[in-house]
């Protein structure tokens, strides 16, 4: 659509789509602003910096993606009716996708404060927005004065019936057996993010390749945009390195931080490094003129790290030794522990090295599932792994919260093992893993999808496969790669990479690749995933020592489930007005109880007594009758052709009045009254309808071998009842009756009340 606002616009045709990237329409006082469009969706990206009053030690970048509700026609469905408080995890994982490959693209040395806003202002619910709002950061940043040192572009890979397909959309995404988002400058990879059905390496690999030269119009369409309304880029001054105290540094302390950089135990290498600094420092503060220089603890303390990165990147590349003493494919010590917790429902205790985690996974009932608010409307998740990483597991003091961080982890951890869970069809329960990690020094998210497959196992889970996954590491030197197996902490952060692959023997789940470089050629990616794949073997043989497989029987703490099938129409009885009936049936049996409209009807209780308990309170409302089968029910109606008897909850049969009585009935409220209980006799079961007998009943009390023929429909018109009167109301000449005559008829259905003489 043409603006009438004076808009620069460029596009670029992108796995067949037209992607549309233009600014000065919106946001003209950021200092970059790109509106990206495919489709109908639309993601409105700024960017902005402003200068700190003090070096924080660190880039301070934040980036916030969010989904405006009114993108889609919908009205949030929080209290206030509207976007606020915390985003949501979706939210959370965009912001951190958008962050990863742009946050090593600044010019180095700048520590000016950034913040990247991306807002969804239109989806389509066809074309998702997040590899959008990363190709619009990256056009924002570049069109900006921001020294950014790019630009990049997102899309999103699937494979449908085996082809490729670049930024598919949402219902081509149903059918497709891959989901990786990449994101890639002009030469190389430079992050990877997504999961896979147990798709082999050399897919992957191939994958990326193709995407990457796929995405380039991408590339250009951002340079044209710099072109036509780029910023002159801010001058970065790097701070001007001290050579003379980086050298004195470097001669006090390189002898004994190589030694203490040779100690394989974390915490001991920790004190020994900060034993070290200390010696280093009180040196340095003997000379009067580095006394006075208030900023020496924090100098020394980058420099020591620098010569650090320097001392175990050579000892790697020169030795093929790393910190603990592995070589480069060895994966660290493996230790297990299943079902530990007593009461928990499956649980694993996972230790690979120096990190551990405790994984416990728990079931629970359809009413468990987690309900979230979308642009794509309410969504489901019956799945959910959650990654905690306490302050403690790394023998620091902080505050308890929920990171950024803990949150992409658990998301990828959940990825790696949600393809060999089993259908819901076949199990129904909702599932909730949490890793706990204990310990960490590396591969803590790997090691909560090792926990995790094996703390499912342990419950009884029949997931399809045990999944494993490691985290490889990349040391760049002089043009030369060398990848490295389960990385440590220190090896993430003085390598170059941080690549995280986790899948079962069959193939791949789930990747997250990060690296801090330029980019990533992918033949070395390629070698990256078979050294992971050789790893990932040796993990799930470690596994299946301990449990080569599902538990035969769920845990016995475990919800019991069944399924019964019900009368649709009888759904609102069982759920009772104002839902009483089903409170009733949950109070009484603790269970769970999930009702849909075909019938279908999923009871989820603590035992198998309560699940029985609640089986039988539902199936009270919605009994069959059984042809020949006498039931004792109620007179709910009376009519002139005979009466409606309720013989079970909400079922009711048709007496006809011939089968109200072995003798002639005249009137059925002669025999039938409303409210009073009634023998009959099922006779017949058409559909819905049913028809029962009184006198079926009868005929056996009175010893008579009753015949099924004579419960035919009577057929032709009525006998006459026309001149009673000398019945005197069934009085009079049936006197010898008794009952309904003479004696008991004259005055009460005879002679006062006239149903015969007078009356007629």
């Known amino acids: 659509m043409q603006s009438v606002f004076n808009a620069t616009r460029v596009s670029a045709m992108v796995g067949g789509k037209e992607i549309i990237l233009e600014t000065g329409r919106l946001a003209n006082q950021a200092h970059g602003a790109v509106w990206v469009q495919c489709g109908g969706t639309v993601?409105?990206?700024?960017?902005?910096?402003q200068t700190m009053e003090r070096d924080m030690g660190f880039f301070p970048l934040t980036v916030d993606y969010s989904e405006k509700m009114y993108a889609a026609g919908r009205i949030p469905g929080s209290f206030?009716?509207?976007?606020?408080?915390?985003?949501?995890?979706?939210?959370?994982?965009?912001?951190?996708?958008?962050?990863?490959?742009?946050?090593?693209?600044?010019?180095?040395?700048f520590r000016d404060e950034v913040q990247i806003l991306a807002n969804v202002i239109s989806a389509d619910q066809e074309n998702d927005s997040d590899v959008l709002a990363?190709?619009?950061?990256?056009?924002?940043?570049?069109?900006?004065?921001?020294?950014?040192?790019?630009?990049?572009?997102?899309?999103?890979?699937?494979?449908?019936?085996?082809?490729?397909?670049?930024?598919?959309?949402?219902?081509?995404?149903?059918?497709?057996?891959?989901?990786?988002?990449?994101?890639?400058?002009?030469?190389?990879?430079?992050?990877?993010?997504?999961?896979?059905?147990?798709?082999?390496?050399?897919?992957?690999?191939?994958?990326?390749?193709?995407?990457?030269?796929?995405?380039?119009?991408?590339?250009?369409?951002?340079?044209?945009?710099?072109?036509?309304?780029?910023?002159a880029k801010m001058t970065v001054t790097p701070p001007v390195e001290n050579a003379e105290l980086k050298a004195r540094v470097a001669e006090l302390a390189t002898a004994e931080l190589e030694v203490a950089l040779r100690i394989p135990e974390k915490m001991a290498r920790k004190d020994a490094r900060k034993a070290v600094k200390e010696k280093v420092l009180e040196a340095l503060l003997a000379d009067p003129a580095l006394a006075e220089n208030a900023n020496l603890g924090r100098e020394v303390g980058d420099m020591l790290g620098s010569l650090e990165k320097v001392l175990v990147r050579r000892r790697i590349l020169k030795e093929g030794t790393r910190i603990d003493g592995r070589d480069t494919r060895t994966v660290r010590?493996?230790?297990?522990?299943?079902?530990?917790?007593?009461?928990a429902h499956g649980s694993a205790l996972f230790s690979r090295g120096e990190t551990k985690s405790l994984v416990v996974a728990t079931l629970g009932s359809s009413t468990d599932s987690q309900r979230m608010d979308s642009l794509v409307g309410d969504v489901t998740k019956k799945f959910m792994l959650h990654y905690n990483f306490p302050p403690y597991s790394v023998g620091e003091v902080k505050m308890s919260r929920v990171s950024r961080r803990e949150i992409g982890h658990g998301a990828l951890a959940e990825k790696a093992l949600?393809?060999?869970?089993?259908?819901?069809?076949?199990?129904?329960?909702?599932?909730?893993?949490?890793?706990?990690?204990?310990e960490s020094n590396g591969s803590s998210s790997m090691a909560a999808v090792c926990g995790g497959s094996l703390s499912l196992m342990d419950a009884g889970v029949p997931v399809t496969a045990p999944v494993a996954g490691v985290a490889m590491g990349l040391i760049k030197e002089e043009g030369e790669y060398l990848v490295l197996t389960d990385i440590l902490g220190d090896e993430d952060a003085l390598g170059d990479m941080d690549f995280k692959i986790a899948g079962t023997a069959e193939g791949i789940t789930a990747v997250q690749m990060d690296i801090k470089i330029t980019g990533l050629p992918t033949d070395v990616m390629a070698r990256a995933m078979a050294q992971a794949r050789e790893a990932r073997l040796h993990i799930l043989a470690e596994m299946a020592k301990v449990l080569e497989g599902p538990r035969t029987e769920l845990s016995k703490y475990a919800p019991q489930h069944a399924e019964v099938f019900v009368n649709p129409d009888v759904i609102r009885i069982i759920i009772g007005p104002g839902g009483k009936n089903i409170k009733a049936i949950t109070a009484a049996t603790g269970a769970s109880i999930d009702i849909e409209d075909s019938g279908k009807v999923s009871i989820f209780a603590p035992t198998y007594e309560a699940m029985e308990m609640a089986r039988e309170m539902v199936q009270y409302y919605d009994q069959r009758a059984d042809l020949g089968k006498n039931y004792v029910g109620k007179v709910r109606k009376v009519l002139e052709i005979g009466a409606i008897v309720e013989i079970l909850p909400n079922l009711e049969a048709l007496v006809h009045i011939s089968q109200l009585d072995t003798n002639r009935v005249e009137q059925a409220g002669d025999v039938a009254r409303l409210g009073e209980d009634m023998t009959v006799k099922v006779i017949e079961i058409n559909?819905?309808?049913?028809?029962?007998?009184?006198?079926?009943?009868?005929l056996e009390e009175q010893g008579v071998e009753w015949n099924p023929e004579d419960t035919a429909r009577p057929s032709g018109p009525p006998r006459d009842r026309g001149d009673r009167g000398d019945r005197g109301g069934r009085g009079g000449d049936r006197g010898d009756r008794g009952g309904r005559g003479g004696d008991r008829g004259g005055d009460r259905r005879g002679g006062d009340r006239g149903r015969g003489g007078d009356r007629r």
Do not use: Y
């Open 80 to 109: 206030f009716r509207r976007e606020i408080g915390r985003p949501s995890e979706r939210e959370t994982l965009v912001s951190r996708l958008i962050d990863r490959p742009v946050r090593p693209l600044f010019t180095k040395g």
């Open 134 to 231: 990363l190709t619009g950061a990256s056009a924002a940043l570049s069109i900006s004065p921001i020294p950014f040192e790019g630009p990049v572009a997102g899309a999103r890979i699937g494979r449908v019936n085996g082809e490729f397909v670049l930024n598919p959309t949402l219902k081509e995404m149903e059918a497709s057996d891959l989901a990786i988002v990449i994101a890639a400058s002009r030469d190389s990879v430079v992050m990877v993010e997504g999961e896979a059905q147990f798709v082999p390496e050399d897919v992957i690999v191939a994958a990326l390749e193709w995407a990457h030269k796929e995405i380039q119009p991408l590339i250009d369409a951002q340079l044209k945009l710099v072109e036509l309304v780029g910023k």
């Open 418 to 438: 949600k393809p060999v869970l089993p259908q819901d069809d076949s199990f129904p329960f909702t599932l909730r893993v949490v890793a706990e990690t204990m």
């Open 687 to 698: 559909g819905d309808r049913i028809r029962a007998s009184r006198k079926a009943v009868l």
């Open 43 to 49: 993601v409105l990206v700024t960017a902005c910096t």
């Open 333 to 343: 010590p493996i230790l297990i522990e299943a079902g530990l917790l007593p009461r």
